[in-house]
C-alpha cells in the first residue's frame, strides 16, 4: 500500500463512504466475448463487421470482441470514419456499410427500434450480469454482442471487510442498472447504492453529490475516466495496473491489486490517529501536572518545591513514553 502523503493517512480514518468503479477495480478489467445474437446476415459477417469497428476503440470490451474474431480466424478489414461516442458507444464505415455498436441510448439517437423479442433478448442477457451492446447496420437491428468481466478474486472479500468498519460502499459504472445491479448482487453491494448508467465525465460529480450528503467518500478506480473523480473525493485510491494519470491523481496506490487492502489502509489509518491521541494526552498529562508543581503552587500550603532533576526525569519519561506508545503500531494486526 502506497500512501503519498501524511495528510492522506490523517484523512482517510474520516471517510464513511467508499465508491468503487467497475471496470478494472472491481472486475479484472480482461473481459471476454460471450454472446453473440444475430438477427441480420450470419455470425461470422457481423463479427467481421464489429470487430473491424472495435479494432479502432482504446476500450476493454472492445479489445474482447476483437481477441474473438482473431481466434476464429476472421479477417478484420479497415473501418473509416471511426467516431466514439462517450458514453453512448461507436460508430465507423465498414465496407460500404454504417455500423454502429452500443446502448439503447445510441440506438435511440440513431432511431433505429427493437421489437419486443429483441428488447427480451437483450434483457435476459443483462439479467446475466453482462454487458450487452447493440448492433446497428445501415440503420437496422442487426444483433447484440455480450461481454462479460470477472469478478476479481478479493472484490466480495474487500466490500465485506469496509461495510465491517462501518463504510457505505457504493459502485459506480457506465452499464445499465440491470448489469450493474447483478454486478452489485455478486459483490455483496447493496442495489440502493448502485450509481448505474454514469458517463465518464459525470463520476466527479456523482462523487461530490454524496460529499454534499455529508459523507466522507474514498473513490477507488484505474482509468484516465477516474482520474477527476479520485482528485475530487475525499481520498482516491488507485489499483497498482491502472493508468498513470489515476494514480498521479489518487492519494493511496495499492501495488498489490488487492481490493482487501484498502480496508487495512483504513485501519491503519485509525490506529495511526488514535496514538496521536494518546500521545498527546501522555505529553499534556506531565506538563499539566508538574508544570505548576514546578511553579511552586504547592509550596504555599506544604513547602514542595520540584526539584531540576525531578523536572529532568519527567520531561525524559513524556518523551520516552510517546515514542514506546508510537512503536506499539509495529505491533498493531491490521
Request: hydrophobic fraction near 50%; charge should be neutral; glycine fraction near 8%.
Amino acid at each position: 500500500i502506497l500512501i503519498k502523503n501524511a495528510e492522506a493517512l490523517e484523512i482517510a480514518h474520516k471517510v464513511t463512504a467508499i465508491v468503487f468503479d467497475k471496470t478494472g477495480t472491481l472486475t479484472n478489467g480482461e473481459p471476454v466475448l460471450t454472446d453473440l445474437v444475430v438477427w441480420q446476415g450470419t455470425e461470422k459477417e457481423i463479427l467481421a463487421k464489429i470487430a473491424a469497428v472495435e479494432n479502432l476503440s482504446e476500450h476493454s470490451l472492445a479489445t474482447a470482441i476483437v481477441a474473438a474474431a482473431k481466434a476464429k480466424k476472421i479477417p478484420i478489414e479497415n473501418a473509416t470514419n471511426f467516431e466514439a461516442i462517450s458514453g453512448h458507444g461507436v460508430r465507423a464505415k465498414v465496407g460500404g456499410n454504417t455500423v454502429v455498436i452500443g446502448n439503447r441510448k445510441l440506438f435511440a439517437a440513431e432511431k433505429i427500434e427493437l421489437n419486443h423479442q429483441q428488447e427480451s433478448g437483450l434483457e435476459q442477457l443483462e439479467a446475466n450480469g453482462k454487458t450487452a451492446m447493440l448492433i446497428g447496420v445501415d440503420g437496422q437491428a442487426a444483433g447484440i454482442v455480450a461481454v462479460a468481466d470477472t469478478i476479481r478474486p478479493t472484490s466480495k472479500e474487500a466490500v465485506s471487510e469496509l461495510q465491517a468498519i462501518g463504510l457505505k460502499v457504493f459502485m459506480i459504472t457506465g452499464d445499465n442498472r440491470r448489469v450493474a445491479e447483478a454486478i452489485a448482487k455478486e459483490v455483496g453491494i447493496e442495489s440502493n447504492n448502485v450509481l448505474a448508467e454514469v458517463l465518464p465525465q459525470d463520476k466527479e460529480s456523482e462523487v461530490r453529490k454524496l460529499q454534499k450528503q455529508g459523507l466522507h467518500v474514498a473513490m477507488v478506480g484505474d482509468g484516465i475516466n477516474d482520474a477527476p473523480a479520485l482528485a475530487a473525493a475525499d481520498i482516491g485510491v488507485a489499483m497498482g495496473s491502472g493508468t498513470d494519470v489515476a494514480i498521479e491523481a489518487a492519494d493511496i496506490t495499492l501495488i498489490n491489486k488487492d481490493l482487501k487492502s484498502i480496508a487495512t489502509a483504513f485501519r491503519l489509518s485509525r490506529k495511526t490517529m488514535r496514538t496521536i491521541r494518546m500521545n498527546l494526552v501522555w505529553a499534556f498529562g506531565y506538563n499539566i501536572l508538574l508544570i505548576p508543581v514546578a511553579a511552586g503552587v504547592l509550596y504555599p500550603i506544604w513547602g514542595t518545591l520540584l526539584s531540576p532533576i525531578f523536572a529532568s526525569a519527567a520531561m525524559a519519561a513524556s518523551s520516552i513514553s510517546v515514542v514506546l506508545n508510537s512503536l506499539l503500531l509495529k505491533r498493531s494486526k491490521i
